[in-house]
């Protein structure tokens, strides 16, 4: 049987930057926003940060429509989030 390859390749970091600099200046400003949002989201994880948490959760849902508006492939989920464990399909 032959096996199929994995869906995720590695990417020199030089290519990443390369086609991260092609996108349109509001979706790499919204793909900082989402990471920004994201890394307050993991820092606000006890019950007294709920109106932190909040704001977060608000912050990515913006970012994440801009992201969505220009191709939804590109949005910041759940596996995306700093300290989570990436998912290998």
């Avoid at 092609?22 to 900082?32: G, M, S, Y």
Wanted: glycine share 6%; net charge positive; with cysteine.
């Amino acid at each position: 049987m032959i096996a199929r390859p994995p869906r995720t390749i590695p990417v020199p970091d030089a290519v990443a930057a390369f086609a991260a600099h092609q996108l349109p200046a509001r979706v790499r400003e919204a793909r900082k926003q989402a990471w920004e949002a994201s890394v307050r989201l993991t820092l606000c994880r006890m019950p007294r940060y709920e109106e932190g948490r909040q704001v977060a959760l608000a912050e990515l849902a913006a970012a994440n429509r801009v992201l969505a508006a220009h191709n939804p492939g590109v949005i910041f989920g759940w596996g995306d989030m700093p300290g989570s464990i990436p998912r290998s399909n």
